[in-house]
């Protein structure tokens, strides 16, 4: 079975530029998350969508962040514009159901660059 | 509030030795669930196991045994015969009930080298 996927693997961007990032959660999850990791803060929650709507956004940095779940199987999240601080692994994440507890699959990160 | 944490930043064992890593949890809800990942070099998180707040029975799954104890909020993980392989960055996390979200908070993670 395919797991969530998540595009780019590994993006170098300049500074002021667009960035999107893609994610297919597991096919029959309806939970998807966005997460960033960075060596200053850890893992940290970014967004939470619950059948594609968003719950949780309190984790999004700032106004240059955004994330949309057109339908259940697609999400995107989005900087613009990019700055270096925001260089960092985003990971895409989605979970069967909605009750706390269920387990979290992790995509494979997309590894930002911002210079 | 709730917080996770992993006192032990990185450690580093000789194969075939035994490792813990340590978690400690904090947190006001009566129900929670308790999580290990797996984060190897290439980077990706890797589910390990999920326990939840009532089940305080230790696991173990081939080389990899877990220890829940809720007197001193602890989830430790231990390693028998470590391997090459186990080396990676391991992330204890933990999903509040009251949440509502599943959202994970998690600790820092602890850097585990086994040397050949």
């Known amino acids: 079975d395919a797991g969530v996927i998540q595009s780019p693997r590994h993006e170098v961007t300049e500074m002021g530029q667009e960035v999107t990032l893609r994610c297919k959660p597991i096919?029959?999850?309806?939970?998807l998350f966005w997460y960033r990791q960075t060596m200053m803060r850890g893992l940290e929650l970014l967004i939470y969508f619950n059948n594609n709507v968003p719950i949780d956004d309190s984790g999004m940095p700032e106004d240059r962040f955004s994330a949309k779940m057109p339908n259940a199987s697609f999400s995107t999240l989005k900087i613009q514009p990019s700055e270096p601080r925001d260089s960092a692994v985003y990971f895409c994440?989605?979970?069967?159901?909605?009750?706390?507890?269920?387990?979290?699959?992790f995509g494979e990160g997309s590894w930002l660059t911002v210079v | 509030a709730q917080k996770v944490t992993q006192a032990q930043t990185e450690i580093s064992v000789v194969e075939k030795e035994d490792v813990t890593l340590d978690c400690v949890y904090e947190?006001?809800?009566?129900?929670?669930?308790l999580f290990w990942y797996k984060q190897p070099p290439s980077g990706e998180l890797v589910f390990l196991i999920r326990r939840n707040s009532f089940d305080e029975q230790n696991e173990i799954s081939g080389r990899y045994s877990w220890n829940f104890q809720k007197s001193t909020s602890s989830f430790n993980f231990t390693i028998t015969a470590s391997q090459v392989v186990d080396s990676a960055v391991y992330f204890c996390a933990l999903s509040e009930e009251k949440s509502n979200t599943g959202k994970l908070i998690f600790g820092q993670g602890t850097t585990l080298q086994v040397k050949p």
């Open positions: 096919s029959g999850h309806n939970s």
């Open positions: 947190t006001r809800d009566t129900t929670y669930y």
């Open positions: 994440a989605s979970s069967p159901g909605t009750a706390p507890g269920n387990t979290i699959y």
